[in-house]
């Protein structure tokens, strides 16, 4: 059909022209979708500041060609003004998006759990549920495993031996018993393991009980483990602000 409808999130946009815009959304029901924003960044634009990173929003298409066009856009989450207007969050934020973007590569291609995952991320950081840290990496880590890279926190990720274990080793996708632990094996803290395993199923009790010392940790395995299995950087992440 030419026109279709969907909820979708802002992931990024750039500029088109003089007052146009494109904008990258990822979508309930059609994935990830560029359309063109005609005259958005105009003043006098009826939906320009809908078009923001972090809005979640009720968006009417149009299909074309090679980009699709923005007909109509309602706003169902107003979430761009509060992440923004806060560093920690912003920069939690951009992380997430940057994630979503690189995860859902194919474009109009259903990713309905990446997109309750992200629409509900984006959610918690605007209304303060949780720290911004553990929101990402709780994010992060379902994310990944959505992707299939679902790591073991517990088990031995190489042998399934039962756990739990004291060695992590990124390649081979989380906790390593003592046979299978390769060189180059990180050993966290019992309790980094315990918060790395609530925020993989978002036990947010546990998660929000932790110390910022095991969160620090915790947050440098997801990090390591997020950039090698999407197989690049992830430039957001230089900026995310950890807890002292």
């Not at 997109?115 to 553990?134: C, D, K, Q, T």
């Not at 957001?236 to 807890?243: A, D, G, N, Q, V």
Request: glycine residues 10%; contains cysteine.
């Amino acid at each position: 059909m030419p026109l279709y409808r969907d909820d979708a999130i802002v992931l990024r946009t750039q500029k088109l022209g003089e007052a146009d815009r494109i904008v990258t959304f990822l979508t309930r029901e059609h994935g990830k979708v560029r359309a063109v924003g005609r005259g958005v960044r105009r003043t006098s634009s009826r939906f320009g500041a809908r078009l923001e990173p972090f809005m979640a929003v009720d968006v009417q298409l149009h299909t074309g060609r090679n980009l699709d066009t923005v007909t109509q856009v309602e706003t169902v989450g107003p979430y761009a003004g509060a992440i923004c207007a806060d560093y920690g969050l912003y920069t939690a934020g951009a992380a997430m998006l940057e994630a979503a973007d690189r995860l859902v590569a194919a474009e109009h291609e259903p990713a309905v759990q990446q997109y309750w995952l992200l629409a509900g991320g984006v959610r918690a950081l605007a209304e303060r549920a949780h720290s911004p840290g553990l929101v990402l990496d709780s994010y992060l880590l379902r994310a990944l495993a959505v992707a299939g890279w679902a790591p073991s926190f517990t088990d031995c990720a190489r042998c399934a031996e039962p756990g739990p274990h004291r060695n992590f080793s990124v390649a081979q996708g989380g906790a390593v018993c003592g046979r299978c632990r390769p060189p180059g094996s990180t050993s966290p803290a019992p309790e980094t393991f315990e918060l790395l395993a609530a925020l993989l199923v978002g036990d947010w009790e546990v998660a929000d009980g932790s110390e910022a010392r095991h969160r620090r940790e915790a947050s440098g395995l997801v990090a390591a483990y997020s950039q090698y299995y999407l197989e690049r950087t992830l430039r957001s992440l230089r900026m995310i602000e950890r807890e002292a």
